[in-house]
């Protein structure tokens, strides 16, 4: 108890009763009251070279500077520590640590350091710093309260770009080879030219870009296939019709008469509309070509049409006998082939499905 509280009460007993019958005061016994003194030993505290001195009952050097209102934080030094026995006379010796707060790497640390420089206090908290970064203030800086810490982590890449030249690709005439057949005489390169840059980053975020050299990796080498110019007659049964033919392809096949032309039934060669006339590209089917298309019967490339491009036909019908169609279909082309106007490489549009 303090020195301000008050005593506690008295406690009175009565002793036992006897057969002595004296005066009842004299049965009346008191507990005396106990008080013990504990005295305050002095402590000084040295906190930066200007003592002060603290009287104390605590038993631990901790104890008694809470006692004393003496505010410690995370980081400051007490030598003896916290757990050491008081002593009457002890001096006690507070280092006091540093406010600093570190902006690094994206985040921002708040903490207190015994650390005298900058680099002394980077060095505490384990915050590595390579020779291209920046630091502000310098590492050499000495410490003060409060201090902020700017690190700008700086650092260069060596990066390399590729541009790409196509190859162009070379059709090669083959007169050994098949009609329609083509074979990869070399394979082709792209072209490859390297640029070296060293670029600079801070913070990650680039803030320099230097060429150093331009180079050419890979010179570009043509892609040449040979396509077949040899034309043999074949023979095939369809739709139970023996013919002979001297090519054979694939075409998308749709159909037309004369009123949809708004009558006007004159083709393109001049001949009548009618079943048997088909409209072509007369760069793919010279015009006045025999055909055969199978469900469709014989057929002559009498007449073109705007949208009639590639391999694209269109099969020929009277007002009377018109069928509405729009498919793919073989074509074959009845020999014999025209002396010129031939197309040795088929296009692939429409693209044919697979």
Do not use: C
């Not at 019958?21 to 009346?28: E, I, N, T, V, Y």
């Not at 098949?178 to 913070?203: F, K, S």
């Not at 230097?210 to 095939?236: K, N």
Request: aromatic content about 8%; overall charge negative.
């Amino acid at each position: 108890m303090t020195a301000d509280e008050p005593l506690p009460a008295v406690r009175m007993e009565t002793a036992a009763p006897t057969f002595d019958r004296g005066f009842a005061w004299d049965s009346l016994e008191a507990q005396p009251l106990l008080v013990r003194i504990q005295r305050a030993v002095p402590m000084v505290v040295d906190e930066g070279g200007l003592p002060y001195t603290v009287d104390t009952t605590a038993q631990t050097v901790g104890e008694a500077l809470r006692q004393a209102e003496v505010v410690l934080y995370l980081g400051d030094r007490v030598q003896p520590s916290l757990g050491s026995r008081v002593i009457s006379g002890m001096h006690v010796y507070i280092e006091r640590s540093v406010p600093v707060a570190v902006q690094a790497d994206g985040r921002q640390v708040k903490t207190r350091t015994q650390a005298k420089t900058v680099g002394d206090a980077l060095t505490d908290l384990g915050i590595v710093v390579a020779n291209e970064d920046r630091v502000e203030p310098a590492l050499e800086s000495p410490l003060y309260d409060n201090a902020k810490i700017a690190i700008t982590r700086i650092h260069e890449d060596v990066e390399i770009e590729e541009e790409i030249a196509p190859y162009e690709t070379v059709f090669v005439p083959d007169p050994n080879l098949a009609l329609d057949t083509q074979q990869v005489l070399d394979p082709g390169a792209n072209g490859i030219t390297r640029t070296r840059y060293r670029v600079g980053y801070e913070d990650g975020v680039e803030t320099s870009r230097v060429r150093e050299d331009r180079w050419t990796a890979q010179e570009p080498a043509e892609r040449r296939i040979a396509y077949g110019q040899s034309i043999i007659p074949q023979t095939a049964f369809v739709d139970g019709v023996p013919i002979t033919y001297w090519r054979k392809f694939k075409a998308y096949a749709t159909s037309y008469h004369p009123a949809a032309l708004g009558g006007d039934s004159t083709t393109a060669t001049g001949a009548t509309l009618t079943k048997g006339i088909v409209a072509v590209d007369p760069r793919i089917i010279p015009l006045g070509s025999p055909m055969f298309v199978p469900g469709y019967g014989r057929g002559s490339a009498e007449d073109t049409g705007g949208g009639i491009i590639s391999r694209r036909i269109d099969l020929g019908y009277d007002d009377s006998n018109f069928v509405s169609l729009s498919k793919w279909v073989d074509v074959y082309l009845l020999w014999p082939p025209p002396g010129d106007g031939i197309a040795w490489v088929l296009p692939n549009y429409p693209p044919v499905p697979e």
